[in-house]
Nanobody, 124 residues
Framework: QLQLVESGGGLVQAGGSLRLSCAAS????????IGWFRQAPGKEREGVLC????????NYADSALGRFTISRDKAKNTVYLQMSSLKPADTAVYYC?????????????????WGQGTQVTVSS
């Protein structure tokens, strides 16, 4: 069974940091493009960052520039989203997703597998 499980969300004060994890089971993340997305209440799900199967990073959101980074631990079959200098506007449910069979990081609708999400709340 193919599965992605996010963890690491929580409540943090503005200016703080969090590291989200996306652990895969049933498949090897190395062969997939892995994206992080987020959805705030009443808003559409938006892309944040993506790492392609070749390790190339795509930034989907200008708001994450310089504050969020994506990395991959092959031994743990896990992708991370390190978030720093968090703002209340970063409050959302964060999802990881995997896309296979495309070159590079695709648009949201081309991702094949999604996790259940983890809540990040940033207080002012």
């Amino acid at each position: 069974q193919l599965q992605l499980v996010e963890s690491g969300g929580g409540l943090v004060q503005a200016g703080g940091s969090l590291r989200l994890s996306c652990a895969a089971s049933g498949f090897t993340l190395d062969y997939y493009n892995i994206g992080w997305f987020r959805q705030a209440p009443g808003k559409e799900r938006e892309g944040v960052l993506c790492m392609s199967s070749r390790g190339r990073i795509t930034n989907y959101a200008d708001s994450a520039l310089g504050r969020f980074t994506i990395s991959r631990d092959k031994a743990k079959n896990t992708v991370y989203l390190q978030m720093s200098s968090l703002k209340p506007a970063d409050t959302a449910v964060y999802y990881c997703a995997a896309a296979f069979g495309v070159v590079g990081c695709p648009p949201r609708d081309q991702y094949d597998y999604w996790g259940q999400g983890t809540q990040v709340t940033v207080s002012s």
